[in-house]
């Protein structure tokens, strides 16, 4: 069945530490994507990647950094953690680009 | 840029009546558009999506999209309580690659 995984589900960071979110799928797809949700705000795209080791800019990408080390995996790095990047992290991936397949989702606060 | 704005920001509707969703865009090059549905503490999930101008039904959800009026709808006949839910509306951006810009939402609650 398809899948797209992500860990950990949620995480509690303080201020200026560094948190890395993981994405794992199993679909085969080309596409990946990081977006963020916050109330009144939608889905809003941080970073995407459709080839293993090449990473885009999304809609709102400062203050994050994605890494794609295989076509299963995609991480997003916030090096710097702050206040206003507490938020849901939905992980999603793709055929082309087609409608994606989101994970569980990733619940952040940072303190 | 690409906007997508989506209303009404709520709705309340009876059990077993017909349910309006709409959305906009600002820009009539995006090829694709669609609809996902998201309960409460899950993820979104895709429910319908269309290329071109026209209409689309499967089941209980019509899609309607005119891209000269850079409009697009849903429409969700017979709602249910279990259709309450938040309705994202996407529109496809080609940049370097392809996503999706989604709207701000539509928190849909239906009332027996």
């Known amino acids: 069945e398809a899948a797209v995984t992500q860990s950990p589900r949620s995480k509690v960071a303080v201020t200026g530490g560094k948190v890395t979110l993981s994405c794992h799928q199993t679909?085969?797809?080309?596409?990946m994507y990081w977006y963020r949700q916050d109330t009144g705000h939608g889905l809003r795209l941080i970073h995407y990647?459709?080839?293993?080791?090449?990473?885009e800019k999304g809609d709102i990408p400062d203050g994050y950094k994605a890494s794609r080390p295989s076509q299963e995996n995609f991480s997003l790095i916030l090096e710097l953690a702050s206040l206003s990047q507490t938020a849901v992290y939905f992980c999603?991936?793709?055929?082309?680009?087609?409608?994606?397949?989101f994970g569980e989702g990733t619940r952040l606060s940072v303190l | 840029q690409q906007k997508v704005q989506q209303s009404p920001e709520s709705l309340i509707v009876p059990e077993g009546a017909m349910t309006s969703l709409n959305c906009t865009f600002s820009?009539?090059?995006?090829?694709?558009f669609a609809w996902y549905r998201q309960h409460s503490g899950k993820a979104p999930k895709a429910l319908m999506s269309?290329?071109?101008?026209g209409e689309k039904e499967e089941g209980r959800f019509t899609i309607h999209l005119n891209k000269a009026s850079l409009h697009f709808s849903l429409h969700i006949r017979d709602s249910q309580p279990s259709d309450s839910a938040l309705y994202l509306c996407a529109v496809s951006i080609t940049n370097s690659g392809t996503y999706q810009r989604f709207g701000t939402g539509t928190k849909l609650q239906v009332v027996p």
């Open positions: 269309i290329f071109s101008n």
């Open positions: 990647s459709y080839v293993a080791d090449s990473t």
């Open positions: 679909n085969n797809h080309d596409y």
């Open positions: 820009d009539s090059a995006s090829q694709y």
């Open positions: 999603a991936s793709s055929e082309g680009g087609q409608a994606p397949l």
